[in-house]
């Protein structure tokens, strides 16, 4: 996986708690499509190894969903931070 701040946590189940990552992947539902990355407004998601989104730069992400909305694939599962 590239060099990063961040990084999506691949997790092999679809019922297992999200990380304190803000945005987690479900790696077996993602078919690598890069919608996600698309519509990052903050451009916080890049491609990865094997076509999969991660998460460039945790700090940069905003938390607002997009990538979870446009997801075909619901592969894609976004935590609210709270704001301080």
């Not at 019922?15 to 698309?38: H, N, Q, S, Y």
């Not at 460039?56 to 704001?83: Q, W, Y």
Request: charged content about 25%; proline content about 7%.
């Amino acid at each position: 996986m590239p060099a990063g701040k961040g990084k999506v946590s691949e997790v092999g189940e679809a019922l297992r708690l999200p990380t304190a990552d803000p945005v987690v992947v479900f790696a077996k539902w993602c078919k690598g499509c890069g919608i996600c990355v698309e519509f990052c407004p903050t451009k916080a998601l890049a491609m990865g190894k094997e076509d999969r989104p991660y998460l460039l730069d945790a700090d940069r992400c905003s938390s607002c969903g997009m990538c979870e909305i446009r997801c075909p694939d619901f592969a894609i599962n976004v935590t609210h931070r709270k704001r301080g």
